[in-house]
């Protein structure tokens, strides 16, 4: 279809954030010995007490399962709302993935400590995976950050705990085991925490490397399905994606497959400006990554249906050929406000600041994993922001509600210590070191608030299944 343009841009968008914030009152405070970031921390119990992070007060004004999600899809592509709300319907914890702004709505009467981190925003069990370095090695780490947004440390570990319940409840795990996951879970943020706190920063920036993870989170039940899940990842590739989804076209070259309703072919004029705003998207990378990128061809595109909560936005995927016939694949998909935003003012954040929401995606993403993307970027098609990243560079994930009893809540100290390496390159751990502690108070109320959570999303999800039984809202299901 066109070749990557090489010529450089005249100016740069800044992707990094690049300068060293000045705080003001800082040298002062250092000069008269203010207090540590730690005794910061646990100052801030008697304002907002560990034990208190247990309860739930709902608002009168809550809207019921279908108006949530009704209004949650306004925007999408109208004729992906069945297949969303399917996958919705499909357990009490695929309702809690797709709802991420409801569950926002009822963390804002929960306590909050003030503290403000780089959160993912839809912090769920299923969305930690293994995925491809630049080298090709494999990392683990959080991978969705559709919602990312400066907001409450809080909020994420609380949708983590309570996803875990959730996914425990569907893998037939008994209620103490599910209980102990979320737990466990808040324990191993919070000792991670303490263990970032007390390290050098730049080693703590990069800490808790890989193949000492499972050790770290005590998590050795889970060793030989993280070795079947790498086994896949490895293959999980655009070459693998190419071969199964794509044919040689009538010109020559290659083109997608439609295999409706996941996949499908898109007219010409939507194509070419799918593929034209590729020419913004290189201006928002490293120039370093714009040779390689000028030495492919775009030879197709093809909308494709994402994810569960995802579903219903614009995605693409581009097929790309190098010289020898090889693909790359990259996915362009839309990125709307994040589902926090109306929420976040309540709980004493600021809203973000008007901009394109696929930069603060991408951002985001970057602020929160120890190494992303090498290919991540951003872009505008009609009109409307889109992030860009590629696709199969040899992804795999966990299906947390399909794990054996004795592994949930092994996932779950694991999550628990990856969101902690999240969190801390946005706040100082030392701050929340202290708040958190030594002791288990904090995981104890967490641990609760997640099996109240946990029971209140299984009614919401039994109310949205009644809806689709009666014929109020339609979904297509086992897509």
Same mark, same amino acid.
């Given at each position: 279809?066109?070749?990557?343009?090489?010529?450089?841009?005249?100016?740069?968008?800044?992707?990094?954030?690049?300068?060293?914030?000045?705080?003001?009152?800082?040298?002062?405070?250092?000069?008269?010995?203010?207090?540590?970031?730690?005794?910061?921390?646990?100052?801030?119990?008697?304002?907002?007490?560990?034990?208190?992070?247990?309860?739930?007060?709902?608002?009168?004004?809550?809207?019921?399962?279908?108006?949530?999600?009704?209004?949650?899809?306004?925007?999408?592509?109208?004729?992906?709302?069945?297949?969303?709300?399917?996958?919705?319907?499909?357990?009490?914890?695929?309702?809690?993935?797709?709802?991420?702004?409801?569950?926002?709505?009822?963390?804002?009467?929960?306590?909050?400590?003030?503290?403000?981190?780089?959160?993912?925003?839809?912090?769920?069990?299923?969305?930690?995976?293994?995925?491809?370095?630049?080298?090709?090695?494999?990392?683990?780490?959080?991978?969705?950050?559709?919602?990312?947004?400066?907001?409450?440390?809080?909020?994420?570990?609380?949708?983590?705990?309570?996803?875990?319940?959730?996914?425990?409840?569907?893998?037939?795990?008994?209620?103490?085991?599910?209980?102990?996951?979320?737990?466990?879970?808040?324990?191993?943020?919070?000792?991670?925490?303490?263990?970032?706190?007390?390290?050098?920063?730049?080693?703590?920036?990069?800490?808790?490397?890989?193949?000492?993870?499972?050790?770290?989170?005590?998590?050795?039940?889970?060793?030989?399905?993280?070795?079947?899940?790498?086994?896949?990842?490895?293959?999980?590739?655009?070459?693998?994606?190419?071969?199964?989804? #794509?044919?040689?076209? /009538?010109?020559? +070259?290659?083109?997608?497959?439609? =295999?409706?309703?996941?996949? *499908? @072919? &898109?007219?010409? %004029?939507?194509?070419?400006?799918?593929?034209?705003?590729?020419?913004?998207?290189?201006?928002?990378?490293?120039?370093?990554?714009?040779?390689?990128?000028?030495?492919?061809?775009?030879?197709?595109?093809?909308?494709?249906?994402?994810?569960?909560?995802?579903?219903?936005?614009?995605?693409?995927?581009?097929?790309?050929?190098?010289?020898?016939?090889?693909?790359?694949?990259?996915?362009?998909?839309?990125?709307?406000?994040?589902?926090? #935003?109306?929420?976040? /003012?309540?709980? +004493?954040?600021?809203?973000?600041? =008007?901009?394109?929401?696929? *930069? @603060? &995606?991408?951002? %985001?993403?970057?602020?929160?994993?120890?190494?992303?993307?090498?290919?991540?970027?951003?872009?505008?098609?009609?009109?409307?922001?889109?992030?860009?990243?590629?696709?199969?560079?040899?992804?795999?994930?966990?299906?947390?509600?399909?794990?054996?009893?004795?592994?949930?809540?092994?996932?779950?100290?694991?999550?628990?210590?990856?969101?902690?390496?999240?969190?801390?390159?946005?706040?100082?751990?030392?701050?929340?070191?202290?708040?958190?502690?030594?002791?288990?108070?904090?995981?104890?109320?967490?641990?609760?608030?997640?099996?109240?959570?946990?029971?209140?999303?299984?009614?919401?999800?039994?109310?949205?299944?009644?809806?689709?039984?009666?014929?109020?809202?339609?979904?297509?299901?086992?897509?």
């Amino acid at each position: 279809m066109a070749e990557f343009e090489t010529a450089m841009p005249e100016q740069r968008t800044d992707a990094g954030g690049g300068r060293i914030p000045v705080v003001p009152g800082f040298a002062r405070r250092i000069a008269q010995g203010a207090t540590s970031p730690k005794a910061d921390g646990r100052a801030l119990r008697a304002r907002v007490p560990r034990s208190s992070h247990d309860s739930l007060v709902l608002a009168v004004e809550r809207p019921d399962a279908v108006r949530a999600v009704e209004e949650s899809s306004r925007g999408r592509v109208p004729e992906l709302a069945p297949i969303r709300i399917g996958r919705m319907t499909a357990s009490p914890f695929a309702f809690l993935r797709g709802a991420a702004g409801l569950m926002a709505h009822d963390l804002v009467g929960t306590p909050v400590t003030g503290v403000g981190a780089q959160i993912c925003g839809d912090a769920h069990a299923a969305n930690f995976g293994l995925y491809g370095d630049a080298r090709g090695d494999l990392v683990i780490d959080l991978n969705d950050f559709d919602e990312t947004a400066v907001g409450p440390w809080e909020w994420d570990v609380k949708r983590l705990a309570t996803s875990l319940v959730l996914a425990g409840r569907q893998a037939g795990a008994d209620e103490d085991v599910c209980r102990k996951a979320a737990f466990d879970t808040v324990g191993a943020y919070r000792r991670t925490m303490r263990l970032l706190a007390g390290l050098p920063v730049l080693d703590a920036w990069n800490a808790i490397a890989d193949e000492k993870l499972v050790s770290h989170a005590d998590a050795r039940d889970l060793v030989g399905t993280l070795e079947q899940v790498s086994k896949k990842a490895r293959n999980n590739t655009s070459a693998r994606f190419a071969a199964k989804a #794509t044919e040689h076209g /009538p010109d020559g +070259g290659r083109r997608f497959v439609a =295999a409706p309703p996941v996949l *499908r @072919r &898109v007219p010409d %004029g939507e194509a070419a400006a799918v593929a034209a705003s590729l020419g913004d998207y290189l201006r928002t990378l490293p120039e370093d990554r714009l040779p390689l990128l000028a030495r492919y061809s775009i030879q197709d595109v093809a909308f494709r249906v994402v994810g569960t909560g995802s579903v219903g936005t614009r995605s693409y995927v581009v097929l790309l050929l190098d010289h020898l016939g090889e693909p790359l694949i990259l996915q362009v998909k839309e990125a709307r406000a994040s589902a926090l #935003t109306p929420y976040l /003012p309540k709980a +004493g954040f600021a809203v973000p600041k =008007a901009g394109h929401e696929g *930069r @603060r &995606v991408v951002l %985001g993403q970057k602020r929160m994993q120890v190494v992303s993307d090498n290919l991540l970027g951003w872009t505008a098609v009609d009109g409307r922001p889109f992030q860009v990243r590629q696709f199969r560079n040899r992804k795999g994930s966990v299906d947390p509600a399909a794990l054996a009893a004795d592994q949930i809540d092994d996932y779950g100290r694991m999550t628990g210590a990856l969101l902690a390496r999240a969190h801390a390159h946005s706040v100082d751990p030392r701050l929340l070191a202290g708040y958190c502690g030594k002791n288990e108070e904090l995981d104890e109320a967490v641990a609760a608030f997640a099996v109240t959570y946990a029971d209140l999303t299984e009614e919401d999800h039994a109310d949205l299944v009644a809806a689709v039984k009666d014929g109020r809202i339609a979904a297509e299901p086992g897509v």
